[in-house]
């Protein structure tokens, strides 16, 4: 599996079961993926992931020595580029967003099978956020709750809000819409790089990190309405 610049998307996966762990590694090894790391407690997974420098994480919440919403928060915090896709046999709707706050792109039910996994990494590593079915429309439904919360009161002049593109706003839009970046270049008959370029220019411009951020963003000023 490609991370889109010639060489293989590089993994790291985090469970506390051996078994578990080592097959789930295993599934992706075989299925392209460079797995260059993995951990089996919350700690160790902070250290081997700073050593190892994975594009995704493959991350388990129940974790011994530091819960995994903790190495989320913790390894995102350093370097913000890294994907995190939750694996978890939790489906309880407090642990999704409390992952998904922590920086996780997506979250997965061990349920799935090994091809779901193999397509949910794929895509995470391209920036897709990527659920079970059915959790989709919980993350985007407490964006809308946090997004209609009334903020402090800042005082004083705000400043100016960055200057996007007709082209960039429309990706913006789709993006808040919940469209994956194949489904927003079929929309707008562009590429899918083209896609993440106009992402990236966006990130960048107001100063946010991941997908996750990009779609509370546009929540709170309607683009999911438009």
Known sequence: MSDGQGGPIRVMVVDDHPMWRDAVARDLAESGFDVVATAGDGEQAVRRAQAAAPDVLVLDLNLPAKPGVQVCKELVGVNPALRVLVLSASGEHADVLEAVKSGATGYLLKSASTD???????????????????????????????????????????????????????????????????????????????VQNHVQNTLGKLQLHNRVELVRYAIERGLDDA
């Open 116 to 194: 779901e996994l193999i397509d949910a990494v794929r895509r995470t590593a391209v920036g897709d956020p990527v659920f079970t079915p059915g959790l989709a429309g919980l993350v985007l439904g407490e964006y809308r709750r946090l997004a209609s919360d009334p903020g402090p009161a800042t005082g004083g002049d705000e400043p100016k809000a960055p200057q996007l593109t007709d082209r960039e706003t429309e990706v913006l839009r789709l993006v808040a819409k919940g469209l994956s970046y194949k489904q927003i270049a079929e929309r707008l008959v562009i590429s899918h790089r083209t």
